[in-house]
T-cell receptor
Framework: DADVTQTPRNRITKTGKRIMLECSQTKGHDRMYWYRQDPGLGLQLIYYSFDVKDINKGEISDGYSVSRQAQAKFSLSLESAIPNQTALYFC???????????FGPGTRLTVL | GNSVTQMEGPVTLSEEAFLTINCTYTATGYPSLFWYVQYPGEGLQLLLKATKADDKGSNKGFEATYRKETTSFHLEKGSVQVSDSAVYFCALSDNGPGGTSYGKLTFGQGTILTVHP
């Protein structure tokens, strides 16, 4: 089984809808991250969490919110989706002092 | 703030050709440097890393040397294979003194590599 899983893998929705992307990990890591990937822009950090009670905004948090329900679960929400949020979204985990991040397979979100 | 700049892509090579993908960075503090690879339809995987100046990271025939004087971390491979076709990302991690990680990665824009038989 994969160490970092994301659901759904693909989602098509309409402008104004609320969407939740979920991430679960079995690696036992404290740190979890949400990124979005756009062609030609690499990955941009949306939110990150160093433990259940520590949540921080990344570079592009506007229009997004997160919830860290447990050490193993970190959800990303779009309260009112808009077309420029169409992108590939990745969840990642890490052990802090090692830097290395482990990525999930991604969720492809399309907002019409 | 921190930033990472990769060479413009995409890169197309024939099998067994030499590969270089350039990466330069701007950072304060004591960054660690990484190359991640993304195969089609998958998430990113760590390819190699270097944590201090003059360190060389290597894995699967790929190498990169942390050059503080030129703020660079160029990726090289002597003989590429079709299976190396992927998107390659250079990244840095913000560290404090002693290498304590602040945990945030800054990525370059990615370079698409296609290798033909």
């Amino acid at each position: 089984d994969a160490d970092v899983t994301q659901t759904p893998r693909n989602r098509i929705t309409k402008t104004g809808k609320r969407i939740m992307l979920e991430c679960s990990q079995t690696k036992g890591h404290d740190r979890m991250y949400w990124y979005r990937q756009d062609p030609g822009l690499g990955l941009q950090l949306i939110y990150y969490s160093f433990d259940v009670k520590d949540i921080n905004k990344g570079e592009i948090s506007d229009g997004y919110s997160v919830s860290r329900q447990a050490q193993a679960k970190f959800s990303l929400s779009l309260e009112s989706a808009i077309p420029n949020q169409t992108a590939l979204y990745f969840c990642a985990t890490s052990e802090g002092y090692l830097n290395k991040q482990f990525f999930g397979p991604g969720t492809r979100l399309t907002v019409l | 703030g921190n930033s990472v700049t990769q060479m413009e892509g995409p890169v197309t090579l024939s099998e067994e050709a030499f590969l270089t993908i350039n990466c330069t960075y701007t950072a304060t503090g004591y960054p660690s440097l990484f190359w991640y690879v993304q195969y089609p339809g998958e998430g990113l995987q760590l390819l190699l890393k270097a944590t201090k100046a003059d360190d060389k990271g290597s894995n699967k025939g790929f190498e990169a040397t942390y050059r503080k004087e030129t703020t660079s971390f160029h990726l090289e491979k002597g003989s590429v294979q079709v299976s190396d076709s992927a998107v390659y990302f250079c990244a840095l991690s913000d560290n404090g003194p002693g290498g304590t990680s602040y945990g945030k990665l800054t990525f370059g824009q990615g370079t698409i590599l296609t290798v033909h038989p």
